[in-house]
């Protein structure tokens, strides 16, 4: 069975900075794409970071370029999300998908929710004001 198990979310203050985990059973990261999604009450699902074993390559949404960084233990078989200079806007729940590092990536992009087969319960990140 797999299972995606997303942790570290909570409260924190606009400019802080929170780190997400995304431990992974029954799938190996080393071979899966890893992605981080959030779901926020204005824009919906909407893809943030990306871990990509099929380009080998971390990808990031325009709006979080430069202040969130993904990473992974393979070791640990974990991916993580540092976010940093987080912002009101971030606010949302926070979850982690794989998909097999073999396939290529859709035509819809490494962003695209509909490719992945595995999917996390979520975080939740809250950013005050």
């Known amino acids: 069975e797999v299972q995606l198990v997303e942790s570290g979310g909570g409260l924190v203050q606009a400019g802080g900075s929170l780190k997400l985990s995304c431990s992974a059973s029954?799938?190996?990261?080393?071979?899966?794409?890893v992605t981080w999604f959030r779901q926020t009450p204005g824009k919906g699902r909407e893809g943030v970071s990306s871990?990509?074993?099929?380009?080998?390559?971390?990808h990031y949404s325009a709006s979080v370029r430069g202040r969130f960084t993904v990473s992974s233990d393979y070791a640990k078989n974990t991916v993580f999300l540092q976010m940093t200079s987080l912002k009101p806007e971030d606010t949302g729940v926070y979850y982690c998908?794989?998909?097999?590092?073999?396939?290529?990536?859709?035509?819809?992009?490494?962003?695209?929710?509909?490719?992945?087969?595995?999917w996390g319960q979520g975080t939740q990140v809250t950013v005050s004001s």
């Open positions: 998908a794989a998909r097999p590092g073999y396939r290529p990536v859709a035509s819809g992009g490494v962003f695209a929710a509909s490719d992945y087969d595995y």
């Open positions: 029954g799938v190996f990261v080393d071979t899966h794409t």
């Open positions: 871990n990509s074993r099929s380009d080998g390559m971390q």
